[in-house]
């Protein structure tokens, strides 16, 4: 595929435990394992999973906001994981992220043209009266008032706060954004206003996004394509639309079934998941689910699934498909 | 009605201020009848937490609770401290949406748990840890035994929440307040979570006051829902009329701001604006500045609520014209 904005291959983040007196590194957390994709320029990539799955360190992983502990990932033709401090920030513009907590991601003494204005002095571009009328029009496209630079972020409420956000991650004219949960701090009014904003920008800007959300009608929603992790792994990748209507992998489809549908009349069979979500320090050997799922089978205990494409872009592993 | 079991009737509850009183419940009224389950929604502020904390009696000596709060017939705001201890954590119980920090995390679990029962019930330390157990059977934890010695945070947040459930069900309420239990949950949880309750229920014949703002888990749980905006109730009904035919605009603003589930994907209708801040509530309807049908009467007055259809209730002025008509 030619027109791959992000590839990534075999990605990997272990976090070491460490123990006693000397720290000594008695195992590892496999937060991220062995994960591979493709965003195409322009698409809506959504990440799914319950806490704990590995999505948000895989967002970060991706950025290099962490350091992966193998695998490769290559953005438009440059290789992330070699590069060096300097080039890698230079390359930064061109990758942006948003975080969950609107609250947490604005320093509360600054305001938010300091704040906006700040990723454009950090890569020297614009003069002074340029970034300020910079800052006024990305206020403006999503949709605050441009006096809304002289004032603090303790100002503005939740939905505001993360319009604020995403100007910012707007400032350096990036072609990927990392979306970290954007919408699940806020209500369900607010939520969808931030919805049909991104929308809008990803048009007006052609914008690829990584869409990290646990709420699945979000995603489904916004997403062209989504993938679904399970202890730091992905189970299925697949078209968003394909996914929800015929989900292949037993872990996806147990996830699905379990939405609470907004509607009184719509009763639907629940697969209700036995257990907890084993820790992702000790994962089961073999599929990482099958200590959960119905159709499990002996294979399933011992052999690790393959990552397989078993229909045109629907991508699953699982030995029920091989 | 007279079979009511919990009967709340203008209920106003306010905190002070630098600025004078601030409402946060502004004349809410509600009921339940034994064994029912109701929804109350609403987005961040709107007042229902605050309601269900009313009801229990657990605001802070800063708030002003006004109306009259009747469960079975007797008015637990006229009551005493002593006699409100009878009810609390016996008749009726509450479990939070934080099971981490509602949890003492000092204490083991099997304390915990025993604490209600210490309180209402006389019972021998072998009867007690016995129901103990049997508590944490219930909610399907596995290895009761070991789990009562262990703390809080050797358990999972679905554990912890179960924990939660077994804890206010010890003395076996007649009514169970929710507030917010899945929220902190993954799907998967909290469809075994809404599965427990609804067995739970069942079993004991108690109503079930849930508070959350996800309009799915009310869809699938509650046999009526309230609306609430700001301090407020705006609509209320029998869960089928209020989704299929919503008569307040921000009723179905908020379900036309929910992506859905099934069929093409369209574009999301928001409601436009933010929740009024408490200290800036608008004279009229307090939603008028972000509905698109307001007229000038709604931002002076505030309409009342009126029935519509048979146990279908609706505050807005829309409906006032229409019934005037």
């Known amino acids: 595929m030619s027109d791959a904005l992000l590839t990534v291959s075999n990605l990997k983040k272990y976090f070491p435990i460490r123990k006693g007196v000397l720290r000594r590194t008695v195992g590892h ?37 962490i350091e992966p502990t193998g695998g490769e990932v290559k953005f438009e033709n440059t290789n992330l994981t ?6 890698l920030r230079t390359l930064r513009q061109k990758m942006q992220i948003v975080f969950q907590d609107p609250y947490a991601s604005l320093n509360p003494k600054f305001k938010i043209g300091t704040i906006l ?28 008032d441009p006096s809304a630079a002289e004032k603090y972020p303790n100002e503005f409420s939740g939905g505001q706060r993360q319009r604020i956000g995403i100007a910012r991650a ?17 209500d369900v009014s607010v939520q969808s206003q931030i919805i049909n904003l991104l929308e809008d920008l990803q048009e007006a800007f052609s914008l690829t996004y990584l869409f990290i959300a646990h709420d699945l ?23 968003s639309l394909e996914l929800f209507e015929a989900p292949l992998h037993p872990y996806t489809q147990a996830l699905l079934s379990a939405i609470p549908v907004p509607d009184p009349d719509v009763k639907r069979e629940r697969i209700l998941l036995r257990g907890d979500l084993p820790s992702p320090a000790n994962p089961p050997a073999g599929c990482p689910f099958h200590t959960r799922c119905k159709d499990a089978k002996d294979i399933c205990k011992t052999k690790k699934p393959v990552w397989k494409e078993v229909r045109p872009g629907h991508h699953v592993a699982c030995h029920l498909y091989s | 009605m007279s079979d009511a079991l919990l009967e709340i009737s203008d209920l106003r509850t306010s905190f002070k201020s630098e600025s004078g009183y601030m409402n946060a419940v502004a004349g809410v009224s509600l009921s339940l009848r034994a064994g029912e389950t109701v929804g109350l929604v609403g987005e961040s502020g709107c007042g229902k937490s605050v309601t269900s904390l009313s009801i229990m009696q657990l605001l802070p000596k800063t708030a002003k609770v006004e109306g009259s709060i009747r469960f079975q017939g007797k008015d637990l705001l006229a009551m005493k401290e002593p006699d409100v201890r009878k009810f609390r954590g016996n008749e009726i119980s509450m479990i939070f949406q ?15 748990i025993a604490e209600p029962l210490r309180m209402h019930k006389k019972l021998s330390k072998r009867e007690l840890h016995d129901r103990v157990i049997e508590l ?34 010890a003395c076996e309420p007649k009514l169970l307040i929710a507030d917010e239990p899945t929220t902190a949950l993954d799907v998967t949880v909290q469809a075994q979570i809404l599965d427990l309750l609804r067995e739970l229920q069942a079993r004991n014949n108690m109503a079930l006051l849930l508070i959350t703002h996800d309009l799915g888990v009310v869809a699938e749980m509650c046999e009526r829902v309230i609306v ?84 279908h209730k609706v505050s807005c002025w829309m409906a006032e014209e229409v019934a005037a008509r």
């Open chain 1, 217 to 239: 009608s979000v995603v489904r929603h916004i997403s062209d394509r989504i993938a679904v992790m399970y202890l730091g792994q992905t189970m299925e990748l697949a078209e």
């Open chain 1, 29 to 65: 957390v496999k937060a991220v394992d062995d994960v591979s994709f493709t965003v195409q320029k322009g698409e809506t990539l959504g990440i799914v999973g319950e806490s704990g799955c590995g999505k948000s360190t895989m967002g970060r992983s991706i950025l290099r906001l």
């Open chain 1, 117 to 144: 204005e700040r990723p454009m002095q950090i890569h020297g571009l614009y003069t002074p009266a340029e970034r300020r009328k910079r800052v006024a029009s990305l206020l403006e496209r999503c949709g605050l």
């Open chain 1, 170 to 186: 707007l400032t350096l004219n990036p072609s990927l954004i990392v979306l970290d949960e954007p919408v699940s701090a806020l």
């Open chain 2, 136 to 169: 944490l059977k219930q909610v399907g934890i596995p290895r009761p035994e070991q789990i009562v010695k262990e703390y809080p945070h050797q358990l999972s947040g679905g554990m912890r929440q179960r924990v939660m459930i077994a804890m206010a069900m």
């Open chain 1, 82 to 87: 070699k590069l060096s401090k300097g080039s």
């Open chain 2, 98 to 112: 934080e099971p981490m920090t509602a949890l003492n995390p000092v204490l083991r679990i099997g304390d915990q």
């Open chain 2, 228 to 311: 609430m905006y700001a301090g407020k109730v705006v609509e209320e009904g029998d869960v089928r009329s209020v989704f299929r035919n919503p008569q307040h605009p921000y009723t179905s603003g908020l379900l036309n701001s929910i992506p859905k589930l099934i069929g093409e994907r369209e574009r999301l209708q928001p409601i436009r604006g933010n929740v009024p801040s408490l200290a800036n509530m608008p004279p009229g309807c307090r939603f008028a500045p972000r509905c698109p049908h307001a007229k000038d009467i709604c931002h002076t007055n505030h309409p009342s609520l009126l029935d519509v259809e048979a146990g």
